[in-house]
């Protein structure tokens, strides 16, 4: 009636975040200028990804499921980039009070 | 001309946890499975919201940011990650107990996941009583000595933690009365959709946490 996985699926995807996780704090302590806080989000959406897909099983439910989870992120993603694009161009026209 | 028992030989019986609205249990399971998705976006909302004043200041106070980041105790913050993670995959176990019917299993399962969830609240406990004697609390004690935006980035460590461990509690709650129904061998092959739905709600606040943990703990470790 529904999908079980294995366990054995379970183990590999708990030893993968295990994994990720001591990635994740391995490269915060190299300086990589810019680049840490983006690579340390893409460590963050891989590991998040792998709970949603395996652990939660969205890569089992319906089209319909699927659509609705990513659909959070989308609107996040929205969010971020509506709300940062308003304040990171506050200063180009140079206009006081703006 | 009259039709008695028309029904009774042409279906089996409906399964005794099938709401009337629905057609079987597939399509019973599948509907709260949908419906836990969409308050699940509701939740990355109210933590978008969160999230969305934390890049937003941080963008104006990075040096803040790094100060902040740097006061809190990354070693304890990745236990507590680790921790989370072990959680996750009790509760995935746990799940898949109540789809095979194995009691026992189900059993254990919630019961390690609520004793590590509740590991990571008591380091979590710890943590804060740091922030409290370091007076690194917002507020009229915060220490005068620090720049003042750094009370920005604390604010928002203890509004993003503390609705993270109080969806914890909130969990914990669940799944002891997840607990309570396996015990009483309400979870099988057929039916397992409460279990399933904590299930999803126990590793949405897991993923939370794996975005908090480099946002919070991490960002100064390379200065």
């Known amino acids: ?98 | 001309m009259s039709a008695p028992n028309v029904h009774s030989d042409a279906h089996q019986a409906p399964h005794p946890k099938l709401q009337h609205h629905f057609h079987n249990m597939a399509q019973q399971l599948e509907a709260s499975i949908l419906g836990m998705w969409v308050f699940l976006v509701t939740e990355v909302m109210f933590f978008g919201g969160m999230f969305m004043a934390y890049l937003l200041y941080r963008t104006m106070y990075p040096d803040a940011w790094l100060a902040g980041s740097n006061e809190l105790n990354e070693v304890l913050g990745g236990v507590n990650t680790l921790v989370l993670i072990v959680s996750s995959l009790t509760m995935a176990l746990a799940v898949r107990a109540a789809q095979v019917g194995a009691r026992m299993a189900q059993i254990a399962n919630l019961i390690l996941t609520i004793i590590f969830g509740s590991i990571f609240l008591i380091v979590k406990y710890f943590e804060y009583a740091a922030k409290f004697e370091h007076h690194l609390v917002p507020g009229a004690h915060f220490d005068p000595a620090r720049d003042p935006a750094q009370q920005l980035y604390f604010s928002l460590y203890f509004m993003l933690t503390g609705i993270h461990a109080l969806h914890m509690i909130v969990g914990i709650v669940l799944l002891f009365i997840m607990l309570r129904m396996a015990w009483k061998h309400q979870f099988n092959a057929d039916y397992f959709t409460p279990m399933e739905v904590t299930g999803l709600y126990w590793h949405f606040v897991d993923i939370v946490w794996i975005f908090l943990f480099p946002l919070l703990y991490l960002i100064g470790k390379h200065h």
Request: proline fraction near 3%; hydrophobic fraction near 55%.
């Open chain 1, 1 to 98: 009636m529904s999908h079980v996985s294995s366990k054995g699926l379970y183990y590999t995807i708990f030893a993968s975040l295990c994994v990720l996780t001591v990635v994740t704090v391995a490269i915060a302590r190299v300086d990589l200028g810019a680049m840490n806080t983006p690579i340390a989000l893409a460590v963050a959406v891989t590991k998040a990804m792998l709970v949603i897909l395996f652990f939660m099983g969205v890569k089992y439910n319906t089209p319909l499921t699927k659509v609705v989870a990513a659909s959070g992120f989308v609107w996040l993603i929205i969010l971020f980039g509506v709300t940062m694009g308003d304040y990171l161009t506050r200063g180009w026209l140079g206009v006081p009070g703006r």
